[in-house]
């Protein structure tokens, strides 16, 4: 049985190590299949796809979109894609266009309640400028001794009411799905688990993403707790979507998912990867 993990992160977003420590440190951990998905960006893809080539693994080039679905922020995995795709690129640059700005305006609102120099420091700790995220403020909310941990900073700290918090528009629904199939692939509904809206609303989000051509689900997530595993896999079978699995590693002990460290799929769900060659 390969072990598949379909969703990490590089440093070309907001994970620390570079795309090849990931695919060294994925190789280490045992896993055969690892699919790097950066939020709104592939500039990781080719440098772990030339390292992997030395390696026992299969690097599947990912992505992570950010859209904005009925208000709500969601993400939308790819995988299987050509990076290279003139689209697909043209439009994740128009996601990360919008990221500076927003960065700017949360270093703006936390120099309000007393912390500042914000957006410089969330600045210094990403790889990659075009992709400064909420993680990288939060690093810097824990490195500096505010906040004991991530976890913390993210219900009190950079979530909608909460101090450092900036509403941002991200790419539609049908958009991103559009980019994902123009560029040859399969586009996934990221961790469903952690979005914050009621099981009737996510219901109509999950109708919706399949009537765009979205094709899969993650089932098993490192965002996922073990309880949660069962009620996507029905969701899955219900709606006809394929089952994906992945960590959203985005660091060594930080506190998510390491690597390849997780459940085997439901065996009623039909795997993302089933017609992968
Ligand atoms: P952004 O794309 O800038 O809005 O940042 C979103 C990122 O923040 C996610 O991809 C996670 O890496 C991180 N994040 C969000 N919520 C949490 C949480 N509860 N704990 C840890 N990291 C989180
Ligand atoms: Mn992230
Ligand atoms: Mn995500
Ligand atoms: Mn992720």
Known sequence: MSVFDLHCHSNASDGVLTPEELVERAVLQKVDVLSLTDHDTVAGVAAASACAQSHPLRLVPGVEISITWNGATVHI??????????????????????????ARRMGEELARIGIPGAFAEAGNRAGNREVISRT?????????GRV???????????????????????ASLAEAVEWIRAAGGQAVLAHPGRYQMGRERL?????DFKSQGGEGIEVVSGSHTPDQIP???????????????????????EGGRELGRLQALPARCTPVWRDWN
């Not at 894609?81 to 500076?100: F, I, K, M, Q, V």
């Not at 990288?136 to 500096?144: D, I, K, Q, T």
């Open 77 to 102: 995995v790819g995988l299987r894609l050509d990076p290279a795709n003139d689209g697909l690129l043209a439009g994740l640059a128009r996601n990360r266009a919008g990221r500076e700005d927003r």
């Open 136 to 144: 990288h403020f939060a690093r810097f909310l824990v490195e500096s």
């Open 148 to 170: 004991k941990d991530m976890k913390t900073v993210f219900r009190k700290y950079l979530v909608k009411g909460k101090p450092g918090y900036v509403a941002h528009q991200w």
């Open 203 to 207: 219901r109509l989000l999950i109708d």
């Open 231 to 253: 009620v996507f896999a029905d969701i899955a079978v219900e709606f006809g979507l394929l089952a994906s699995a992945g960590s959203d590693f985005h660091a060594p002990g």
